[in-house]
């Protein structure tokens, strides 16, 4: 059965920083691309960040570039996102996601779904 359990969510005051998790059981980790996803409340879940396989490649929407990075550990089967500099904006419930493919996996058609974990930013 596979797994996606994330974790490291919480109420943060604008301007700073959280690293979320998400442990991955149940599937061979390093052959899925995984991303991070999000949702605000009335709104549609979007699309945050993707890292392949590997580790050598990432993708990030625009309204995170330069204020979030996407690591993985293929050792650990844990993908990471390290937010800096949050601002209200990005308040949202955050999803983990493994797929097969980046390109999909990126256009929001994942394999796997974790339960998200909340994020709370405060101005």
């Known amino acids: 059965q596979v797994q996606l359990v994330e974790s490291g969510g919480g109420l943060v005051q604008a301007g700073g920083s959280l690293r979320l998790s998400c442990a991955a059981s149940g599937l061979t980790f390093s052959t899925y691309a995984m991303g991070w996803f999000r949702q605000a409340p009335g709104k549609e879940r979007e699309f945050v960040a993707t890292i392949v396989w590997s580790g050598g490649i990432t993708y990030y929407a625009d309204s995170v570039k330069g204020r979030f990075t996407i690591s993985r550990d293929n050792a650990k089967n844990t993908v990471y996102l390290q937010m800096n500099s949050l601002k209200p904006e990005d308040t949202a419930v955050y999803y983990c996601?493994?797929?097969?493919?980046?390109?999909?996996?990126?256009?929001?058609?994942?394999?796997?779904w974790g339960q998200g974990t909340q994020v709370t930013v405060s101005s």
């Open positions: 996601a493994a797929g097969l493919r980046q390109a999909t996996l990126q256009r929001g058609t994942g394999d796997y």
